[in-house]
């Protein structure tokens, strides 16, 4: 879809399929480089591989991917040469909401910045009356920077993050507005570590925020959703917040125009058998995909899964996923994060031997990172990006 390019620094990037803690040992190679790596939430002996590649690996970041039904475990590594710099945030977004819990009072105490704007005297009013409702449903209200980052020139970055990582984002890209960011949703480890999330840095575990290295170079990026377009582009002439409520046309009825392109290609409507999204274009070219939640054929208002506002003007376009998902490959010397589909059942894992292939592997139930120049989040099942530095 898009490409950034200047490969300049040394990469040595390798998936391990099926492996075990010997194996890995006798394979993997001892240096003090930053380093990257992924274990499968379903690799067996976890606990074993650890400190393999913490002895191997003193100077690194890590965290879990997914493997999917049917698909061996993985170990992923990746080390770069001095150029990187490793760094950690803690900034992270709002917690899930705990629907039919009780809220004991102290635990309110410490509420979020943007949780608090319009509840003041008179600032309600003065929001509606600036920004309007926009302005209402806004996030951050002051900007937020990464303190290890202060005074760091980086042209780059590689993130490991945890399951909302919109904070650290926005932070990225007011600090480093024109860099390029890959990154990868880490998956969630309640039933593996007892945590939320588990970030590691050096020994060190973390429970949310975000782990990552800065490059003072900039890597050649691919980035592709995998979608196919099923109407032609349009203008957005009414939106609110996540909310597409008409667009430029015959027929300003967005929910309509979807649930005619998909009669045309022999379905009944919006189902939640099949994913559909929303693509946004800037110069012709899509640049995010969004998935579409539901839609009211009446009034036309259509949810979209998606943080940022929509807006007036922006070109839109309709699109879905003709073909089955397949897990990439990993590419030499290729760092490449893939987003699956969310599941509920376990599936039975595949088997085989111990082996090692060049390239970086991880794949994500919660997406995976990119930016052109703003950071977004890909959730499209089957969307790849890739990243060589």
Same mark, same amino acid.
């Given at each position: 879809m898009f490409k950034t390019s200047?490969?300049?620094?040394?990469?040595?990037?390798?998936? #391990?399929?099926?492996?075990?803690?010997?194996?890995?040992?006798?394979?993997l190679a001892k240096t003090t480089d930053p380093s990257i790596f992924l274990l499968s939430t379903s690799l067996q002996h976890l606990s074993q591989h650890l400190p393999v590649i913490q002895n191997h690996l003193p100077n690194s970041i890590g965290s879990f991917s997914i493997t999917p039904p049917g698909h061996e475990p993985t170990l992923s590594i990746?080390?770069?040469?001095?150029?990187?710099?490793?760094?950690?945030?803690? $900034?992270?977004?709002?917690?899930?909401?705990?629907?039919?819990? #009780?809220?004991?009072?102290?635990?309110?105490?410490?509420?979020?910045?943007?949780? $608090?704007?319009?509840?003041?005297?008179?600032?309600?009013?003065?929001?509606?009356?600036?920004?309007?409702?926009?302005?209402?449903?806004?996030?951050?209200?002051?900007?937020?920077?990464?303190?290890?980052?202060?005074?760091?020139?980086?042209?780059?970055?590689?993130? $490991?993050?945890d399951g909302r990582p919109?904070?650290? $984002?926005?932070?990225?890209?007011?600090?480093?507005?024109a860099a390029s960011k890959v990154g990868i949703l880490t998956a969630a480890t309640p039933f593996i570590t007892n945590r939320p999330y588990t970030l590691l840095h050096n020994g060190n575990i973390f429970p949310s925020g975000s782990l990552g290295l800065a490059f003072k170079s900039r890597p050649k990026v691919n980035l592709n959703f995998g979608l196919t377009p099923?109407?032609?582009?349009?203008?957005i002439s009414g939106a609110q917040g996540n909310m597409l409520l008409s667009i430029e046309g015959t027929n300003s009825n967005p929910t309509q125009v979807?649930?005619?392109?998909?009669?045309?290609?022999?379905?009944?409507?919006?189902?939640?058998?099949?994913d559909f999204y929303l693509g946004i274009l800037e110069n012709g070219?899509?640049?995010?995909?969004?998935?579409?939640?539901?839609?009211?054929?009446?009034?036309?208002?259509?949810?979209?899964?998606?943080?940022?506002?929509?807006?007036?003007?922006q070109t839109i376009q309709f699109m879905h996923?003709?073909?089955?998902?397949?897990?990439?490959?990993?590419?030499?010397?290729?760092?490449t994060f893939s987003a699956l589909g969310r599941s509920d059942e376990e599936g039975e894992l595949g088997t085989g031997s111990p082996r090692v292939v060049d390239g970086f592997l991880g794949l994500s139930e919660g997406g995976f990172i990119y930016s052109n120049p703003i950071s977004s989040i890909c959730t499209a099942p089957g969307a790849v990006v890739t990243a060589s530095w």
């Open positions: 200047i490969r300049a620094i040394r990469t040595r990037a390798q998936t #391990f399929f099926s492996p075990t803690p010997e194996y890995v040992s006798s394979h990746a080390t770069f040469s001095d150029d990187a710099r490793i760094f950690r945030s803690d $900034l992270t977004g709002r917690p899930p909401a705990e629907v039919g819990r #009780f809220q004991r009072p102290s635990s309110q105490r410490s509420q979020r910045e943007e949780d $608090l704007k319009g509840t003041g005297q008179g600032q309600a009013e003065a929001l509606l009356a600036g920004e309007g409702w926009a302005g209402m449903w806004k996030g951050e209200a002051r900007e937020q920077r990464i303190a290890e980052l202060e005074g760091v020139t980086a042209e780059s970055f590689l993130l $490991l993050t919109t904070p650290v $984002l926005k932070a990225l890209d007011a600090m480093y507005p099923m109407t032609e582009p349009a203008v979807l649930i005619a392109a998909i009669q045309k290609r022999g379905g009944s409507g919006i189902t939640k058998e099949e070219e899509v640049q995010q995909v969004v998935k579409i939640l539901s839609g009211d054929p009446s009034r036309g208002a259509m949810s979209l899964d998606m943080e940022d506002s929509l807006l007036a003007g996923r003709e073909t089955a998902v397949s897990s990439p490959q990993p590419k030499p010397d290729t760092i």
